[in-house]
């Protein structure tokens, strides 16, 4: 018993300095001039369909040209379906993916896409969370 009182006092001097932390960071971005949004408030470019905005965005900015990552053996797959790889070509297109220059990867999307090619459906999920983080971390920068 007395142990789970600890671990639950532990827990709450947890919480409370994170709490603490997070108001203290926020107080000395304001007085910065930056403006960090809350946990809970949406960013004001999404629509509400998250995966879908990403997705559109990768082939928005950029010109209809294609260009390759040295990755030419994935035309084989162009006119496949996202469920109809196997684990070992899902594999193939999760190692061009973890292999690229992080400034290469939301062109690599783009030209995946200009290409035919639909991705596995979990390299698809990785791309956007890669996708996604690099344009939070660009923003928090700026």
């Given amino acids: 018993m007395e142990v789970s ?16 932390h997070d108001r203290h960071s926020r107080r000395k ?3 910065e001039g930056i403006d960090l949004p809350a946990f809970n408030e949406p960013e004001e470019e999404c629509c509400g369909m998250h995966i879908t905005c990403e997705r559109d965005s990768l082939l928005a900015s950029v010109s209809d ?10 035309d084989a797959y162009i006119g496949r379906k996202a ?3 196997t684990d070992e070509e899902t594999e193939q ?8 220059l992080p400034d290469d990867i939301a062109g690599w999307g783009r030209s995946i896409q200009l290409r035919g090619i639909e991705l596995p ?3 698809k999920e990785e791309l956007l969370m890669i996708v ?3 344009r939070r971390e660009a923003n928090i920068i700026q």
């Fill in 65 to 74: 040209k294609i260009e390759y990552y040295d990755d030419e053996e994935l």
């Fill in 83 to 85: 469920d109809d790889y």
């Fill in 93 to 100: 297109f999760r190692d061009v993916l973890l292999t690229l």
């Fill in 5 to 20: 009182l600890i671990i639950l006092g532990a827990l709450v001097a947890v919480g409370l300095i994170l709490y603490l």
């Fill in 29 to 31: 971005a304001k007085a």
């Fill in 121 to 123: 459906a979990p390299v």
């Fill in 132 to 134: 996604a983080e690099a």
